[in-house]
T-cell receptor, first 116, second 116 residues
Framework: AQKITQTQPGMFVQEKEAVTLDCTYDTSDPSYGLFWYKQPSSGEMIFLIYQGSYDQQNATEGRYSLNFQKARKSANLVISASQLGDSAMYFCAMRRPSGGYNKLIFGAGTRLAVHP | DTGVSQDPRHKITKRGQNVTFRCDPISEHNRLYWYRQTLGQGPEFLTYFQNEAQLEKSRLLSDRFSAERPKGSFSTLEIQRTEQGDSAMYLC??????????????FGEGSWLTVV
Protein backbone atom coordinates (compact mmCIF):
# COMPACT_ATOMS: atom_id res chain seq x y z
CA ALA A 1 0.00 0.00 0.00
CA GLN A 2 1.15 3.52 -0.69
CA LYS A 3 1.96 5.63 2.34
CA ILE A 4 3.49 8.97 3.20
CA THR A 5 5.21 9.50 6.55
CA GLN A 6 6.08 12.86 8.05
CA THR A 7 7.77 12.20 11.37
CA GLN A 8 8.04 15.81 12.57
CA PRO A 9 4.75 17.04 14.03
CA GLY A 10 6.29 20.46 14.63
CA MET A 11 9.44 22.33 13.74
CA PHE A 12 10.69 25.79 14.49
CA VAL A 13 13.36 27.83 12.77
CA GLN A 14 14.89 31.23 13.20
CA GLU A 15 14.04 33.79 10.55
CA LYS A 16 16.54 33.79 7.64
CA GLU A 17 17.77 30.32 8.52
CA ALA A 18 17.22 27.20 6.37
CA VAL A 19 14.99 24.35 7.52
CA THR A 20 14.43 20.79 6.28
CA LEU A 21 11.07 19.08 6.59
CA ASP A 22 11.22 15.30 6.35
CA CYS A 23 9.09 13.05 4.18
CA THR A 24 9.41 9.35 3.46
CA TYR A 25 7.14 7.39 1.18
CA ASP A 26 6.32 3.82 0.40
CA THR A 27 5.32 2.52 -2.99
CA SER A 28 6.18 -0.47 -5.11
CA ASP A 29 5.46 1.30 -8.39
CA PRO A 30 8.45 2.67 -10.34
CA SER A 31 6.49 5.68 -11.61
CA TYR A 32 5.12 8.21 -9.14
CA GLY A 33 5.09 11.92 -8.32
CA LEU A 34 5.84 13.70 -5.09
CA PHE A 35 4.40 17.04 -4.00
CA TRP A 36 4.76 19.51 -1.19
CA TYR A 37 1.94 21.81 -0.15
CA LYS A 38 1.75 24.65 2.34
CA GLN A 39 -1.43 25.20 4.33
CA PRO A 40 -1.70 28.48 6.24
CA SER A 41 -4.37 28.99 8.86
CA SER A 42 -6.79 30.16 6.15
CA GLY A 43 -7.05 26.57 4.97
CA GLU A 44 -5.98 26.82 1.35
CA MET A 45 -3.50 24.19 0.16
CA ILE A 46 -0.77 26.04 -1.73
CA PHE A 47 1.31 24.05 -4.21
CA LEU A 48 5.03 24.47 -3.60
CA ILE A 49 7.03 21.94 -5.57
CA TYR A 50 6.81 18.72 -7.59
CA GLN A 51 9.29 15.87 -8.19
CA GLY A 52 8.75 13.06 -10.64
CA SER A 53 10.26 9.68 -9.86
CA TYR A 54 12.23 9.68 -13.13
CA ASP A 55 13.50 13.22 -12.79
CA GLN A 56 17.27 13.21 -12.74
CA GLN A 57 17.68 16.44 -10.86
CA ASN A 58 16.18 17.63 -7.61
CA ALA A 59 13.32 20.06 -8.11
CA THR A 60 13.75 23.68 -7.10
CA GLU A 61 11.25 26.55 -6.95
CA GLY A 62 12.62 29.78 -5.59
CA ARG A 63 13.45 29.28 -1.91
CA TYR A 64 12.06 25.73 -2.01
CA SER A 65 14.07 22.71 -3.03
CA LEU A 66 13.29 19.03 -2.79
CA ASN A 67 16.03 16.68 -1.62
CA PHE A 68 14.99 13.54 -3.49
CA GLN A 69 16.76 10.33 -2.43
CA LYS A 70 15.09 7.61 -4.40
CA ALA A 71 16.92 4.65 -2.86
CA ARG A 72 15.93 5.84 0.61
CA LYS A 73 12.43 6.74 -0.55
CA SER A 74 12.71 10.19 0.93
CA ALA A 75 11.65 13.56 -0.45
CA ASN A 76 12.59 16.20 2.07
CA LEU A 77 11.61 19.84 1.56
CA VAL A 78 14.30 22.44 2.15
CA ILE A 79 13.23 26.03 2.72
CA SER A 80 16.09 28.48 2.52
CA ALA A 81 16.15 31.92 4.13
CA SER A 82 12.97 31.34 6.17
CA GLN A 83 10.48 34.18 6.43
CA LEU A 84 7.81 34.84 9.04
CA GLY A 85 5.20 34.15 6.36
CA ASP A 86 6.49 30.60 6.03
CA SER A 87 4.82 29.69 9.32
CA ALA A 88 2.17 27.14 8.33
CA MET A 89 1.40 23.44 8.02
CA TYR A 90 3.38 21.62 5.35
CA PHE A 91 2.15 18.45 3.70
CA CYS A 92 4.03 15.95 1.62
CA ALA A 93 1.93 14.00 -0.88
CA MET A 94 2.36 11.25 -3.44
CA ARG A 95 0.41 10.90 -6.64
CA ARG A 96 -1.19 7.57 -7.29
CA PRO A 97 1.06 6.07 -9.92
CA SER A 98 -1.52 4.52 -12.22
CA GLY A 99 -4.49 6.10 -13.89
CA GLY A 100 -2.66 9.28 -14.76
CA TYR A 101 -4.75 11.68 -12.76
CA ASN A 102 -3.74 13.38 -9.55
CA LYS A 103 -5.19 11.29 -6.79
CA LEU A 104 -2.94 12.32 -3.94
CA ILE A 105 -2.05 10.52 -0.74
CA PHE A 106 -1.02 12.97 2.00
CA GLY A 107 1.10 12.68 5.09
CA ALA A 108 -0.06 13.99 8.45
CA GLY A 109 1.84 17.23 8.02
CA THR A 110 4.50 19.24 9.85
CA ARG A 111 3.71 22.52 11.55
CA LEU A 112 6.51 25.02 10.95
CA ALA A 113 6.95 28.06 13.16
CA VAL A 114 9.37 30.76 12.06
CA HIS A 115 10.65 32.90 14.91
CA PRO A 116 11.98 36.46 14.45
CA ASP B 1 -9.38 35.79 -8.98
CA THR B 2 -8.88 32.83 -11.32
CA GLY B 3 -8.16 30.16 -8.70
CA VAL B 4 -10.39 27.41 -7.37
CA SER B 5 -13.26 28.91 -5.41
CA GLN B 6 -15.50 27.19 -2.89
CA ASP B 7 -18.76 28.23 -1.30
CA PRO B 8 -19.69 28.51 1.48
CA ARG B 9 -16.44 28.84 3.35
CA HIS B 10 -18.05 27.91 6.64
CA LYS B 11 -21.23 26.02 7.45
CA ILE B 12 -22.70 25.11 10.82
CA THR B 13 -25.60 22.71 10.66
CA LYS B 14 -27.65 20.58 12.98
CA ARG B 15 -27.29 16.85 12.91
CA GLY B 16 -29.65 15.31 10.39
CA GLN B 17 -29.78 18.30 8.07
CA ASN B 18 -28.54 18.27 4.49
CA VAL B 19 -25.73 20.51 3.28
CA THR B 20 -24.37 21.31 -0.15
CA PHE B 21 -20.98 22.71 -1.09
CA ARG B 22 -20.09 24.24 -4.42
CA CYS B 23 -16.75 24.30 -6.19
CA ASP B 24 -15.75 26.36 -9.20
CA PRO B 25 -12.49 25.02 -10.63
CA ILE B 26 -9.94 26.92 -12.68
CA SER B 27 -11.75 27.50 -15.94
CA GLU B 28 -9.55 25.49 -18.31
CA HIS B 29 -9.17 22.52 -15.95
CA ASN B 30 -11.09 19.40 -16.92
CA ARG B 31 -10.19 17.41 -13.81
CA LEU B 32 -11.87 18.08 -10.49
CA TYR B 33 -11.33 16.44 -7.10
CA TRP B 34 -12.92 16.52 -3.68
CA TYR B 35 -10.92 15.82 -0.54
CA ARG B 36 -11.82 15.81 3.13
CA GLN B 37 -9.52 16.97 5.91
CA THR B 38 -10.10 16.48 9.61
CA LEU B 39 -8.21 18.28 12.35
CA GLY B 40 -4.59 17.21 12.64
CA GLN B 41 -4.66 15.10 9.49
CA GLY B 42 -3.76 15.48 5.88
CA PRO B 43 -6.50 15.60 3.23
CA GLU B 44 -8.09 12.33 2.14
CA PHE B 45 -9.34 11.69 -1.38
CA LEU B 46 -13.11 11.48 -1.82
CA THR B 47 -13.88 11.56 -5.52
CA TYR B 48 -12.64 12.55 -8.97
CA PHE B 49 -14.30 13.92 -12.10
CA GLN B 50 -12.94 14.03 -15.61
CA ASN B 51 -15.17 16.61 -17.27
CA GLU B 52 -18.69 15.60 -16.21
CA ALA B 53 -17.88 11.94 -15.58
CA GLN B 54 -17.30 10.78 -12.01
CA LEU B 55 -14.53 8.24 -12.51
CA GLU B 56 -13.61 7.30 -8.97
CA LYS B 57 -15.24 7.36 -5.54
CA SER B 58 -13.44 6.60 -2.31
CA ARG B 59 -14.85 4.17 0.21
CA LEU B 60 -14.99 7.22 2.48
CA LEU B 61 -17.87 8.48 0.38
CA SER B 62 -20.83 6.80 2.03
CA ASP B 63 -24.31 6.65 0.52
CA ARG B 64 -25.14 9.91 2.26
CA PHE B 65 -22.61 11.72 0.08
CA SER B 66 -23.20 12.61 -3.54
CA ALA B 67 -21.13 14.69 -5.90
CA GLU B 68 -22.02 16.02 -9.30
CA ARG B 69 -20.43 17.98 -12.06
CA PRO B 70 -23.32 18.33 -14.50
CA LYS B 71 -21.76 20.40 -17.25
CA GLY B 72 -18.12 19.62 -16.64
CA SER B 73 -17.56 22.99 -15.00
CA PHE B 74 -18.61 23.61 -11.39
CA SER B 75 -19.24 20.75 -8.98
CA THR B 76 -21.44 20.23 -5.94
CA LEU B 77 -20.92 17.94 -2.97
CA GLU B 78 -24.05 17.16 -0.98
CA ILE B 79 -24.14 15.47 2.39
CA GLN B 80 -27.53 14.15 3.48
CA ARG B 81 -28.56 13.49 7.07
CA THR B 82 -25.35 14.95 8.43
CA GLU B 83 -23.63 13.31 11.39
CA GLN B 84 -21.14 14.79 13.82
CA GLY B 85 -18.43 12.68 12.23
CA ASP B 86 -18.93 14.63 9.01
CA SER B 87 -17.41 17.71 10.66
CA ALA B 88 -14.33 18.46 8.59
CA MET B 89 -12.98 20.73 5.90
CA TYR B 90 -14.00 19.78 2.39
CA LEU B 91 -11.41 20.74 -0.16
CA CYS B 92 -11.97 21.00 -3.88
CA UNK B 93 -9.10 20.89 -6.34
CA UNK B 94 -8.64 20.98 -10.08
CA UNK B 95 -5.99 20.20 -12.64
CA UNK B 96 -5.41 19.95 -16.36
CA UNK B 97 -4.52 16.79 -18.21
CA UNK B 98 -2.15 18.46 -20.65
CA UNK B 99 1.62 18.60 -20.40
CA UNK B 100 3.50 19.60 -17.29
CA UNK B 101 0.49 21.47 -15.97
CA UNK B 102 -1.05 18.09 -15.37
CA UNK B 103 1.48 17.59 -12.60
CA UNK B 104 0.03 20.43 -10.60
CA UNK B 105 -3.21 20.19 -8.71
CA UNK B 106 -4.63 23.45 -7.38
CA PHE B 107 -6.76 23.54 -4.27
CA GLY B 108 -9.43 25.93 -3.12
CA GLU B 109 -9.59 27.42 0.36
CA GLY B 110 -11.95 24.72 1.55
CA SER B 111 -15.40 24.62 3.09
CA TRP B 112 -15.46 24.09 6.83
CA LEU B 113 -18.41 22.00 8.06
CA THR B 114 -19.40 21.83 11.70
CA VAL B 115 -22.24 19.49 12.62
CA VAL B 116 -23.77 20.21 16.04
Amino acid sequence: AQKITQTQPGMFVQEKEAVTLDCTYDTSDPSYGLFWYKQPSSGEMIFLIYQGSYDQQNATEGRYSLNFQKARKSANLVISASQLGDSAMYFCAMRRPSGGYNKLIFGAGTRLAVHP
Amino acid sequence: DTGVSQDPRHKITKRGQNVTFRCDPISEHNRLYWYRQTLGQGPEFLTYFQNEAQLEKSRLLSDRFSAERPKGSFSTLEIQRTEQGDSAMYLCASSSDTGDSGNTIYFGEGSWLTVV
